[in-house]
């Protein structure tokens, strides 16, 4: 057994089902647990506008500050800092004279460039990193294909993963976990440490964001009980969006395949299979996709290389749109919903998208930064896929 292990949280804000933080637990004497706020994520685009907003800052802010109560409540305290995490993380692990340091592996290319680089910062320290795949419900060596054989359409994607779907064991929660005497936690840093102005947050904004684990552990069993367990069929086919349960799930305050095996459970005795299953085996499409074709997804071109299809850059236009401003009322009513709420419903993002796309012929990846930017429940291969299929250029 190790002596001591840092554990980095990254999109895995929860202890429940958290197969990293279970692994090093039972790995190590002492973990020490860290979240790094790392300022990058916050800068303005080359469009104007934050990578991510105000009230998405918030919200993770919301989340890590209850990630801390909970990991207190077990007998720890999650170290807070602010900064490069590849430089923070490894001068942690030196001077704390780790053994190892564990976290999720990533797949967007930033996060897998500070991956790298944090793994030859430990090199120099002789402190091993172990990455572990957590975003989907399946593991790699469980697909009935190798990812680089991936179907090009989700329908047969999920075709073939129907007769044998192998969702992945619930990780135990941590009972206790033990730090080092001489830790120092640091303090949580607000929005202005981030370099964000508080008046960014929209006027009509929920004064609080729920974030945290366990608002996503109480939005699924409400989910579950009012439709679940009522063989009652959601309002719309996107329950996993509309409900708002994929705003934690971006965090990872809540895991996609304990969402799966709750309701699951929860519909043994269904006639037909809950729409917020597919929702999930179509996150899953995409970030094995994401996986698959990599900086192709964030390329006009799209993962299917469309290099003939020329795009609009027009910053007039496009202002407009992010404004709500353009000379179509249903488009500026879901604009300025997303604006002050960080929240559109999946019908909406799709008639957003395709008005950028279709009516006005702009670069279909500005409209996929500026939702990064203010979707509360932004995932890179989500969101990205989503553009990538609305502009012709993605692989369903």
């Known amino acids: 057994m190790a002596r001591r292990i840092i554990y980095w949280f990254r999109n895995d804000l929860r202890l429940k089902d958290n197969q990293a933080l279970a692994a090093a637990v039972s790995s190590a004497g002492e973990i020490i647990p860290v979240y790094v706020f790392d300022p990058r994520q916050f800068e303005k685009t080359k469009l104007g506008f934050r990578r991510t907003s105000a009230l998405r800052a918030r919200f993770l802010i919301e989340s890590v500050a209850e990630l801390r109560e909970n990991i207190r409540h077990k007998g720890g305290d999650l170290i807070i800092r602010t900064g490069a995490p590849e430089a923070?993380?490894?001068?942690?692990?030196?001077?704390?004279?780790?053994?190892?340091?564990?976290?999720?592996k990533e797949i967007a290319p930033q996060e897998t460039r500070i991956e790298s680089s944090l793994s030859k910062n430990l090199k120099l320290a002789n402190v091993d990193i172990k990455l572990f795949w957590?975003?989907?419900?399946?593991?790699?060596?469980?697909?009935?294909?190798?990812?680089?054989?991936l179907p090009s359409a989700f329908a047969e994607f999920a075709g073939q993963l129907s007769n044998d779907l192998k969702i992945k064991e619930q990780f135990p929660t941590p009972e206790k976990i033990t730090l080092p005497a001489d830790y120092e936690a640091g303090a949580m840093p607000g929005l202005p440490e981030l370099g964000i102005d508080p008046k960014e947050i929209p006027a009509g904004a929920p004064e609080t964001s729920p974030g945290?684990?366990?608002?996503?552990?109480?939005?699924?069993?409400?989910?579950?009980?009012?439709?679940?367990?009522?063989?009652?069929?959601?309002?719309?086919?996107?329950?996993?969006?509309?409900?708002?349960?994929?705003?934690?799930?971006?965090?990872?305050?809540?895991?996609?395949s304990y969402i799966y095996r709750s309701v699951k459970v929860a519909q043994s005795h269904a006639v037909t299979e809950d729409a917020i299953i597919t929702n999930l085996l179509k996150r899953e499409f995409w970030h094995w996709t994401l996986l698959r074709y990599g900086p192709r997804m964030f390329k006009p071109s799209g993962v299917k290389h469309h290099f003939f299809r020329r795009w609009t850059n027009d910053h007039a236009a496009f202002g407009k749109w992010t404004n709500a401003q353009t000379e179509d009322r249903t488009i500026n009513e879901i604009m300025r919903k997303l604006n002050t709420t960080g929240f559109i419903t999946a019908a909406e993002r799709g008639t957003a998208a395709q008005y950028l796309v279709d009516d006005l012929d702009i670069n279909w990846t500005w409209g996929a930064m500026y939702f990064e930017s203010l979707l509360m429940d932004y995932e890179a291969s989500v969101n990205w896929g989503r553009w990538n299929n609305t502009a012709g250029v993605g692989e369903d």
């Open 88 to 104: 923070i993380v490894a001068k942690l692990a030196e001077d704390y004279d780790a053994d190892y340091v564990y976290t999720s």
């Open 134 to 149: 957590m975003d989907t419900m399946v593991n790699a060596f469980d697909l009935p294909f190798p990812v680089s054989k």
């Open 212 to 256: 945290g684990e366990s608002h996503a552990l109480a939005a699924l069993k409400a989910y579950v009980e009012d439709y679940v367990k009522k063989d009652i069929s959601y309002p719309s086919a996107e329950p996993l969006t509309d409900t708002r349960l994929s705003d934690w799930l971006s965090l990872g305050c809540i895991s996609a």
